[in-house]
């Protein structure tokens, strides 16, 4: 595959100028240049478990690289995708599936705000339905930590960065976006351009 994008990579060579952060699972169904119809060179990928960004303070790679991607790289979007049938997101909301992994229970604490949206507002929700929701919720969580970091606060307090709420379905490929407007994941055509709002304004509809 080298040989025909020769000159692709002598460019690449040179330095990179992506387009977008994307912050995705690590699951080995998720090919975030597949689903965004990308190249080599266009797209600055962090990915991890569940797809999670700690809060500022946790000084872990992922604070590292969002503060790179947007201090060095110049990006003016980032985009946190969760997908459906995730391992991770299913852990949060279940626990008691990862007592046996001690590095991956610690991780998934980075998730406790998911944990107890979906514990306090969706407790009439199980099985599959359960998780699907979670997947959504953690998404939200996660661009919620990213506006503690002081390089994406302060480039969302001067309009210079976007932050994209996005879900991919693996079973159809399809991918959804947060609509601010109507307050749900809506296909991503339809999404508009508009970032999520902080949490407080934007809780979407409860299942008590």
């Not at 929700?125 to 390089?151: C, M, S």
């Not at 879900?167 to 407007?181: K, L, M, N, R, T």
Request: net charge negative; with cysteine.
């Amino acid at each position: 595959m080298f040989g025909p994008q020769r000159e692709l990579f002598a460019r690449l060579a040179e330095g990179q100028s992506p387009d977008a952060l994307m912050i995705t699972c690590s699951d080995s169904r998720i090919d975030a240049n597949l689903i965004t119809q990308t190249k080599p060179g266009e797209l600055f990928i962090l990915r991890n478990a569940g797809n999670i960004v700690p809060a500022w303070g946790s000084n872990g790679g992922e604070a590292a690289t969002v503060e790179y991607a947007l201090e060095v790289l110049g990006i003016k979007d980032i985009i946190v995708c969760g997908h459906t049938h995730c391992g991770a997101v299913g852990a949060m909301v279940a626990p008691e599936s990862v007592t046996a992994l001690p590095a991956v229970r610690a991780w998934l604490d980075h998730a406790e705000a998911t944990r107890r949206i979906m514990r306090d507002s969706y407790g009439a929700l199980e099985g599959q339905a359960l998780v699907d929701t979670a997947v959504e919720e953690n998404v939200l969580a996660q661009i919620e930590n990213l506006r503690t970091h002081p390089a994406v606060m302060s480039r969302l307090m001067r309009g210079q960065l976007t932050l994209h709420a996005w879900v991919y379905d693996i079973e159809d490929g399809s991918v959804h976006a947060f609509s601010p407007d109507v307050g749900q994941f809506v296909p991503v055509a339809e999404a508009g351009h508009g970032e999520p709002e902080p949490a407080e304004r934007l809780r979407r509809h409860k299942v008590c």
